[in-house]
């Protein structure tokens, strides 16, 4: 096994321990001070994923401040995700599409990889937790029924509770809604808090009506696209709309592709206060000259341990 993967996966079984120590302690998802990991996604001006970086292209400030990157890897490492799917009656049709997403990012899923299933319509419910058998998730998802209003923050809740049980400590979340939500106990502000606390990467795909631009939609659908986006971007995740039904299960599979193909970066910070504020995440690549002008997203921040 190359040295790289051996050493990309002692940091992730110290990141893991430290993530399991907290859930001990009480229901916080901060992160603790001694490690803090962040994956990196890099693009070229044609959308493509650059690989092949070293550490001395990337830097890494927290709040303004440059950190020491301790640990570097791109190598793949193990995922746990969390697929929430809407099976409200706002989707109708479009369910067909959603199977096919699931099942195009499920061939990107490796034997090492665990998924659990939310579904939510008027309420939401982990349907299947963790589970290393991708084919009992497919088939769910297969026999999902449309109705009801949308929860969709309430999923995305009970999705953030249930990945506390995940195994790896690379964690996403694949969302696949049109984002109309109009049924949920939480509200907006709250699951946007919980999405800084949390270190889980959001990814969503967008299954919008095309009628939106005409004002045919409710509200809260109009609405939809702009909230998925704002909870993504938030955890260096992204969302990404569908012009037409068919391009629906190519972005799932290009999300998947992205998961697999990110850089690790693992730092100590140097601010060791353990205050419970947010921390401003920043990574700025240092361009190598042989390449166009490159693109990062990240996370973008984290909230340091209370006392």
Request: hydrophobic share 40%.
């Amino acid at each position: 096994m190359p040295r790289g993967v051996h050493a990309i996966r002692r940091v992730l079984l110290a990141y893991s321990l430290t993530f399991a120590a907290l859930a001990q302690s009480g229901p916080s998802f901060r992160a603790d001070s001694t490690l803090v990991l962040v994956p990196v996604s890099v693009t070229d001006p044609g959308n493509r994923y650059v690989l092949g970086l070293g550490r001395e292209h990337f830097h890494l400030l927290e709040d303004g401040v440059e950190q020491t990157v301790t640990h570097f890897s791109n190598e793949d490492a193990p995922l746990s995700v969390g697929f929430v799917i809407d099976a409200s009656g706002s989707m109708g049709a479009k369910l067909s599409i959603s199977r096919s997403a699931v099942g195009q990012f499920l061939k990107s899923m490796n034997p090492s990889d665990e998924a659990f299933l939310v579904e939510f319509s008027d309420q939401a419910a982990v349907s299947l937790p963790f589970t290393h058998n991708m084919g009992s998730i497919e088939r769910r998802v297969g026999t999902l029924t449309t109705g009801g209003l949308t929860a969709m923050l309430d999923a995305i809740h009970i999705a953030f509770e249930e990945m506390k049980k995940a195994a790896n400590p690379r964690k996403a979340l694949l969302i696949i809604s049109d984002g109309g939500d109009n049924h949920s106990l939480y509200t907006s502000t709250q699951i946007e808090q919980l999405v800084r606390e949390a270190g889980v990467q959001i990814f969503a795909v967008g299954v919008f009506e095309p009628f939106a631009a005409l004002g045919l939609l409710s509200q809260a659908e109009r609405d939809g696209p702009k909230l998925l986006s704002e909870l993504a971007e938030q955890t260096g995740g992204r969302a990404l709309a569908a012009v037409t039904d068919s391009e629906v299960p190519a972005i799932a599979a290009r999300i998947g592709v992205e998961l697999r193909n990110q850089y690790l970066l693992a730092y100590t910070p140097a601010n060791r206060e353990k205050d419970g504020k947010y921390r401003s995440l920043e990574i700025k690549l240092e361009q190598p000259e042989a390449l166009p002008a490159l693109k990062a997203r990240w996370r973008l921040g984290y909230y340091a341990p209370n006392e």
